[in-house]
T-cell receptor
Framework: DTAVSQTPKYLVTQMGNDKSIKCEQN?????MYWYKQDSKKFLKIMFS???????INETVPNRFSPKSPDKAHLNLHINSLELGDSAVYFC???????????FGPGTRLTVT | GEDVEQSLFLSVREGDSSVINCTYT??????LYWYKQEPGAGLQLLTY?????DMKQDQRLTVLLNKKDKHLSLRIADTQTGDSAIYFC????????????FGTGTKLQVIP
């Protein structure tokens, strides 16, 4: 009965590789997000999708590409990984109204 | 742009009250939130308050909002060791699809 799930939970990879993180929500929400939490625990929004359409695209390298095959899924693909990409990535979802975001457990990405 | 600030650390004794403070800059903030992040876990929405409210109480939690000073606080009564976590203040405006700006988080340490 998990509301927002992410896979994998941990991801260790080498510089230059391409990797994907998957996110699924079973809440029937229309909006999904990706956040990056750096080593200082500061959360910063990266992307937001509403009904499979990109709404928010903050200043992130174009090596990061979100993909939403349907409104229950928002995957994050990262090309040519760099050391600075090491962080915890959180997926979240919300209805358009209400202002509540529900977060996944996070994916800890370590680039070596 | 929007800015949300919090003190980084708070230490209290078990049974005492904890007060975590937050200031924000966006005068168009509509929703203000408190999230809790336990070690190794995702963010959990604790409570939120609409900007037209001054106070909201939910069991041991009391949220106070001073809109004039753009100051938000979270009071935890009878703090328990299980309350040890990082607490994030966040705000969103009414300008679209729930873009949320987070503070840096306050690490609450409860001493038995």
């Amino acid at each position: 009965d998990t509301a927002v799930s992410q896979t994998p939970k941990y991801l260790v990879t080498q510089m230059g590789n391409d990797k994907s993180i998957k996110c699924e929500q079973n809440l029937g929400h229309d909006t999904m997000y990706w956040y990056k939490q750096d080593s200082k625990k500061f959360l910063k929004i990266m992307f937001s999708y509403n009904n499979k359409e990109l709404i928010i695209n903050e200043t992130v390298p174009n090596r990061f590409s979100p993909k939403s095959p349907d409104k229950a899924h928002l995957n994050l693909h990262i090309n040519s990984l760099e050391l600075g990409d090491s962080a915890v990535y959180f997926c979240a979802s919300s209805q358009d109204e209400g202002g509540e975001q529900y977060f996944g457990p996070g994916t800890r990405l370590t680039v070596t | 742009g929007e800015d949300v600030e919090q003190s980084l650390f708070l230490s209290v004794r078990e049974g005492d009250s904890s007060v975590i403070n937050c200031t924000y800059t966006d005068s168009s903030s509509t929703y203000l939130y408190w999230y809790k992040q336990e070690p190794g876990a995702g963010l959990q929405l604790l409570t939120y308050i609409f900007s037209n409210m001054d106070m909201k109480q939910d069991q041991r939690l009391t949220v106070l909002l001073n809109k004039k000073d753009k100051h938000l606080s979270l009071r935890i009564a009878d703090t328990q060791t299980g309350d040890s976590a990082i607490y994030f203040c966040a705000e969103s405006d009414n300008g679209g699809y729930q873009k949320v700006t987070f503070g840096t988080g306050t690490k609450l340490q409860v001493i038995p």
